[in-house]
């Protein structure tokens, strides 16, 4: 099982990974803190959370929606000299 992506609509600007996890009905330490609380709309006030390996959070589709995939991300080719 690998690391997924969610999204959750906070408001303000005082949006913390505490009302992320709140939101989407899992414990704090379920979201990785080194990836954060990206603001990745914000007409929409929504943000992206990067869930631990086994949470299982609860979406509704209004406030939160996922999950979304997470692949890794690499050079294409060899590096130039």
Known sequence: MSQNLYTVKLSGEGATLDEAARKLGVEPSALDPEFGLVLTSPA??????????????????????????????????????
């Open 44 to 81: 929409e006030g929504l943000y992206t959370v990067l869930l631990r390996q086994g949470a299982s959070p609860t979406v509704d589709g209004k406030e939160t929606a996922g999950p979304y995939a997470n692949p890794a991300i690499g050079a294409f080719g060899p590096p130039r000299s």
